[in-house]
């Protein structure tokens, strides 16, 4: 079974600028979860989608946003850019939520200058 | 509110000698637990997991981990650490407990394995 994989895998985007990030969840598994891991803040949760549905969300400004399509793929979205978005943004899908194993993907490493 | 605190950022260790890394948990629900592991450049991996069953949860790789509800613990161990051990370990508290996608991390700690 493949794992989750999430694209692209490296970004450098300009400061101001939005960006879109991709996260395909394994097989059959219907929850999505976005996190964002720096190196002073550690991993902090941005929100989770069920079946299309934002059933989560963590203390992120609303220049973060995602959705989920009926694959179970999601995307998420930082508009207006800011240096302090520069972050590894990891994805992990499970089958239902967190009392079931979540699967991780490698990251996408966001740099913003 | 859920919150795992790690006591240590750094702990080193030689090879073939016991591990410890300390976790300590504040919950107002009876807590969902996780141990992860991060190696350098890849993702973020189960060693375990608590969910109310055994109190001594066996995972992965040698590791295991004892839930303490006395003492608000949930410190990882391994008998006899290996090279590959060496990572950034990650205490994780579901938040709430059930089927919401949310976990809350500790900060990690950087576990060195000398030869």
């Known amino acids: 079974k493949a794992g989750v994989t999430q694209t692209p895998r490296y970004l450098i985007k300009t400061r101001g600028q939005q960006v879109t990030l991709s996260c395909s969840p394994i097989s059959g598994h219907r929850s999505v979860s976005w996190y964002q891991q720096t190196p002073g803040q550690g991993l902090q949760f941005l929100f989770e989608?069920?079946?299309?549905?934002?059933?989560n969300k963590g203390n992120f400004p609303g220049r973060f946003s995602g959705r989920q399509f009926s694959n179970s793929r999601s995307e998420m979205n930082v508009s207006t850019l800011e240096l302090g978005d520069s972050a590894l943004y990891l994805c992990a899908s499970s089958l239902q939520g967190n009392t079931y194993e979540q699967y991780f993907g490698p990251g996408t490493r966001l740099t913003v200058t | 509110a859920q919150s795992v605190t790690q006591l240590d950022s750094h702990v080193s260790v030689s090879e073939g000698t016991p591990v410890l890394l300390r976790c300590n948990y504040s919950?107002?629900?009876?807590?969902?637990l996780f141990w992860y592991v991060q190696h350098p450049n890849k993702g973020l991996q189960l060693l375990l997991k608590y969910t109310s069953a055994a109190t001594l949860v066996k995972g992965i790789n040698g590791f295991e981990a004892e839930f303490k509800k006395s003492e608000t613990s949930f410190h990882l161990t391994k008998p006899s650490a290996h090279m590959s051990d060496a990572a950034e370990y990650f205490c994780v508290v579901s938040d709430p407990p059930g089927n919401t996608g949310k976990l809350i991390f500790g900060q990690g700690t950087t576990l060195q394995v000398k030869p």
């Open positions: 989608y069920f079946s299309e549905t934002q059933r």
């Open positions: 919950s107002s629900y009876s807590p969902s």
